[in-house]
């Protein structure tokens, strides 16, 4: 069964985030909040728990996974970012958006696209989410927490309990957290191409 943690929006707890820290550095599976939805998280170098990510979501190697980073040197660290792709991410983050990228080999080779080697890198305007991956000291390996067969994510953490206590590690209640799709944005060769529009407004693209 998964623990339950009831932490504050805008102030933290310290000691739950620390907490949440622990279950990850174990190898858990977690579901948190984001500024757009609730998320699957787990550690970047877990495979077993990746994998329970995967089959949670019944997602196939081709689906673009998503790094939730803290900051531009973390996004630098794990993905090939050129001066514009950095003056570009430096201006819509944080914020609702997803940005996809070349991945470095600090970026486990299951975790990237099979064909194109791109990682997604998410700076999320979010408290709860930034403390988490702050205290971690590295981005969360991460994916929107949409169940199979359904085209919005679960927004009521009690929802989330009943569904997935058995497959999860711990759940964070925030509330309840309306899912607004990020808007994601290809950074590839110097070229960048809204593939989805969502909620982020990038006014430079249009």
Known sequence: MALFLEIHTQNPQPRLIQQAVEILEKGGVIAYPT?????????????QAADSIRRIRRLD????????CNDLSQVATFTRMGNDAH??????????????????REVPRRLQHPKKKTIGVRIPDYRIAQAIVAALGEPLLTSTLIMPGEEDALTDPFDI???????????????????QP?????CMDNVFEIVRQGIGIAPMLE
Do not use: C, M, W
């Open 35 to 47: 500024d757009t939805s609730y998320a699957l998280g787990a550690r970047i170098g877990d495979k």
């Open 161 to 179: 309990r009943q569904l997935l206590d058995r497959e999860l590690d711990l759940i964070i209640d925030a509330g309840i957290v309306e899912y």
């Open 182 to 186: 990020t808007t994601i944005i290809s």
């Open 61 to 68: 190697d081709s689906h673009n996974l998503t790094l939730l």
């Open 87 to 104: 003056r570009l991410i430096k201006k819509l983050t944080p914020g609702p958006f997803t940005f996809i990228l070349d991945a470095t």
